[in-house]
């Protein structure tokens, strides 16, 4: 059975990574707006990186974006845990904003430089350097402010009402 604490990363988790990944979606709309560039054209580019466009032939872009927040969640839970973790070694700890900006700073690198170029190089060229970094830490500041209720809950302790 799973202690509340974990239920509570992984709820926080969740809401992480679904905050950030909406906010890098926010990011690529408006820059794609500003620059007269189509959104969809990312969505289907990560379908394609994944590998998966023979999933749903007739909607790469709905499959681009159910990736995209799929593996969204899944990081923002990694940084949940992670930053539960490191603020039971360090009690101390009380921003999460420098480790969650630097854990996508790391995403980020990894992806662009390692791992994108092998799977699919077509895809590190679809936005700017700039632009791509700007996304993923984005999502850090997204997941930071999730984290930082995290960590305000706990220092102020559990919050149950009287009955």
Known sequence: MKSESEITTVGQGFVAGAAGGLAEIAWVTLYAGITGGDPAILARGVTSAAGVSALLPSSPVILGIILHM?????????????????????????????????????????????????????????VPYPVSLASKLLFGVAAAATLQCQTASRSNGPTHLAA
């Open 70 to 126: 799929s593996l969204a969640v899944i990081v923002g839970l990694l940084l949940a845990f992670a930053w539960r973790e490191f603020c039971e070694q360090w009690p101390s700890l009380k921003n999460p904003y420098p480790f969650a900006l630097g854990a996508l700073a790391v995403i980020w690198l990894l992806n662009f430089f390692v791992v994108l170029p092998i799977v699919s190089p077509a895809f590190v060229l679809l």
